[in-house]
């Protein structure tokens, strides 16, 4: 049996083709589902003996919500999601003025081992299917009623580790009988493997590539991220100036600020003579503390006295507004399994 929502229109017009059906059908199923119709038996355009078929070909998940947490300060909401193996993730939305954001999971853990992030504590599962990306946005805007117009992909997971399946999820979400949610307002988040960058770029989309960086230089970059031991930040920057020359859309360089690890001025001068020239913004992401490491917030002045000496150099420079801190809902503060946090708190 497989999961519907792993086709794309193409491949399920070709089931229809080869299952002696007629190919608009397809086109009809899928409408059913992005209108939250999840059994076949209630679609009631499709002819009974086709329905009967479906059934015995194919299932729809969509994961089951088990907890949601809504946050006090803002409008972010978290879904804690299961598969129907057992397993969990967590799905946070958000709301702005110009509409609601999905942060999306793409793995079952991970396996990057950055050491200020809760997702990859304990590695990784599995990866996520195309299909179990799309449905947690088919899940999170069933819960909130509303329309979702904007997907980061920086939930738990490396989406780079799990190629295929994100690049598939990005054409479905784009695609018009889907989501129909624009390119632009897709970011895709990586802690810089750099040969599928190249291989992203080739797709050339129209997507957001933000880069996790956080250290201007290799030796800092190691004390915080593993994969900075296999490519230098020399290979990573040449490699988004390539994906910048295909695609001419801006990079963006996430930057979380540690204090007294990398929020001093020698190092916003080291990041400025490294990003000067290249079509970029840099997204400053005070770090959100959690309980397995020791790196602590950098104050407000030392985030802000970074942020001027960058702009005052002309690198494009936001602060990225915390959203759902009180529900452990943001950057980083996602798991696997919300037991996992709730039983180490316990000292389970
Ligand atoms: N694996 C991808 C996407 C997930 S993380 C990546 O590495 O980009 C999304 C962003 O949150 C990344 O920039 C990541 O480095 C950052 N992040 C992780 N833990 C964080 C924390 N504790 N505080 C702030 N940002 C964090």
Known sequence: MINILDLNLQELKHWMNTNKESEFRAKQIFDWIYKNVWSFHDMNNIPT?????LDNAFYIEIPEIIETLKSESDETQKFLLGYKDGNVIETVVMKYKHGNSICVSTQIGCKMGC??????IGGVIRNLSS?????QVLAAQKAIGERISNVVLMGSGEPLDNYENVLKFIYLANA??????GQRHITLSTCGIVPKIYELA???????LAISLHAPNDLLRKSMMPIAYKYSIEELITACKSYIEKTNR?????????KGVNDGSEQ?????NLLRGILCHVNLIPINEIRENSYEKSTSDNVKAFYNKLTSFGIETTIRKEMGADINAACGQLRRSYLQGENEKKGV
């Open 115 to 120: 050491k200020f992030c809760a997702s990859t």
């Open 131 to 135: 299909g179990e990306i799309l449905s």
């Open 202 to 208: 080739e797709e050339d989309l129209q997507i957001t």
């Open 250 to 258: 801006r990079v963006t360089f996430e930057y979380s600020l540690v």
């Open 268 to 272: 916003a001068e080291q990041l400025i």
């Open 176 to 181: 018009e009988y889907g989501f129909n949610i």
């Open 49 to 53: 003996t086709l329905r009967n078929k």
